[in-house]
Nanobody
């Protein structure tokens, strides 16, 4: 499967932004899809995931209540709605996918074998 992330840009603190990740291929509902981010000088950080099948959602603690992940399997698309953005949210955001991934592993990037190209979100104060 190939992933295409989009929706990044420059925003002010407190603004919202929605990222999209469109996947090619079939059986999109068989894939767990996650968003990771990488801030300047830092390692990849898990943000949110939507599991295959029923689409159970998972969030990093720092993003709970501000970020919402959703998916539309008819459009092969996963969204990340980001609210009340802060300068520390500045990062390149990547979507990633894994087929039939055990929910115990959704937080761990090494289990994802398909990655999009990333989209940059810059939040200024």
């Amino acid at each position: 499967v190939q992933l295409q992330a989009s929706g990044g840009g420059s925003v002010q603190a407190g603004d919202s932004r929605r990222l999209s990740c469109v996947a090619s291929g079939r059986a999109f509902n068989h894939y767990t899809v996650a968003w990771f981010r990488q801030a300047p000088g830092k390692e990849h950080e898990f943000a949110a995931a939507s599991s295959y099948g029923v689409g159970t959602t998972y969030y990093a603690e720092s993003m709970k209540g501000r970020f919402i992940i959703s998916r539309d399997n008819t459009k092969n698309t996963v969204y990340l709605q980001m609210n009340n953005l802060q300068p520390e949210d500045t990062a390149v955001y990547y979507c990633a996918a894994a087929s039939v991934l055990n929910d115990n592993y959704v937080y761990t990037e090494r289990y994802y074998n398909f990655w999009g190209q990333g989209t940059l979100v810059t939040v200024s104060s």
